[in-house]
């Protein structure tokens, strides 16, 4: 049987943003040869068929008022959501496709079809608030399949890990005040969109289970990696979380354009072992990584083809030293978590 899934398709190439958009049809055509390429020379992958995520699953995670905003989207050729958030005729279909994509691998998964998956979609989701697109996010992807796996699947404690290098406002507001998902952000800070401080954790009963690493520009493998060591791993692991969804944007690459950061595909193996232990560990091996930014296209394609490696093997993750000049930000927000856990 096939150990993982993959999710990409050409309708992802519909949504066009704009000619000299960051966010360009591009990236997907980059993964798709990525992908046609992984799954024909590897028994362990599979690709999953789409189908388009219905209005009661987006109000999973959106009010009718937005939905039926972006659905009207589709009568106009160009439509500013904000600033730099452009659809096309073709973008909420598109987008439709990227929430059914994910869903349909979390019900693969559910089903024992795959131990995990790489859902390769776009637009991406992270940013997208309950009543508000932003920052290239229609629709919050993530935060739609975390509550459908709790409303369909039974679970009880969903760990999102967003390891984009923009904080996940959206996915974070999503599940403020609410313990049984664990939300958790590394990000460059103070950066786009200016939210994710360290002291932002969680309200009324959901607070503790917002966990904010905000990092100055410039870190790299060492930091991020000091940050999974002392911080994102002891919390999952403490957390026991019976799902692990990944927000795994690349733009903290050290050739993305869009940030300052210096990881590496190795940085980005590190971590993916890391989350696919604990996975193991805790959630039967249950973990479905998607995409959200990243755009340097050889960047990214490379740093996904180490995620997928990743994911066919069970190699523990090998821990570097360093990371002593965000010693102090980690002391910070190790603080912040003591009172917590
Ligand atoms: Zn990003």
Not at 15 to 29: A, D, F, I, M
Not at 72 to 99: K, P, Q
Not at 287 to 315: H, K, P, W
Not at 323 to 334: H, K, N, S, T
């Amino acid at each position: 049987m096939p150990r993982s899934a993959i999710v990409a398709d050409p309708v992802f190439l519909k949504h066009q943003p704009g000619p000299y958009h960051p966010e360009s049809p591009q990236r997907l055509k980059t993964l798709l040869d990525l992908a046609g390429e992984v799954v024909g020379g590897s028994a362990g992958f599979e690709f999953l068929p789409l189908r388009a995520a219905v209005q009661e699953e987006l109000e999973l995670g959106h009010g009718a008022g937005y939905i039926d905003l972006v659905r009207s989207t589709s009568e106009h050729n160009r439509f500013a959501l904000d600033g730099d958030t452009i659809t096309c005729r073709d973008s909420f279909g598109v987008a439709l496709m990227a929430v059914g994509g994910f869903l349909q691998l979390l019900d693969a998964m559910a089903a024992s079809d795959y131990r995990n998956g790489f859902t390769m979609v776009r637009p991406p989701g992270h940013h997208a608030l309950r009543d508000r697109g932003m920052g290239f996010c229609l629709f919050n992807t993530v935060a739609i399949g975390a509550r459908y796996l709790q409303k369909t699947h039974g679970a009880r404690r969903v760990a999102i890990m967003d390891w984009d290098v923009h904080h996940g406002n959206g996915s974070q507001d999503a599940f403020y005040d609410d313990p049984s998902v664990l939300f958790l952000s590394t990000h460059q800070y103070p950066y786009y969109p200016g939210t994710g401080a360290a002291d932002e954790v969680g309200s009324g009963k959901g607070e503790g289970y917002t966990v904010n690493v905000p990092l100055p520009a410039g870190c790299g493998d060492a930091e991020y990696l000091a940050v999974f060591r002392e911080i994102i791993v002891p919390v999952i692991e403490r957390y026991e979380p019976d799902w692990l969804l990944v927000s795994a944007g690349f733009d903290s690459h050290r050739d993305d354009p869009l940030a300052a950061m210096n990881v590496t595909e190795r940085g980005f193996g590190v971590m993916a072992n890391a989350l696919l232990e604990l996975a193991r560990k805790h959630a039967g091996g249950k973990i479905a990584f998607l995409l959200e930014g990243g755009y340097d296209l050889s960047a990214l394609r490379n740093s996904v083809a180490t995620v997928l490696e990743c994911m066919q093997s069970e190699d523990a993750a090998q821990w570097d030293g360093g990371g002593e000049r965000i010693a102090a930000r980690i002391r910070d927000v190790l603080q912040i978590r003591e009172k917590y856990w």
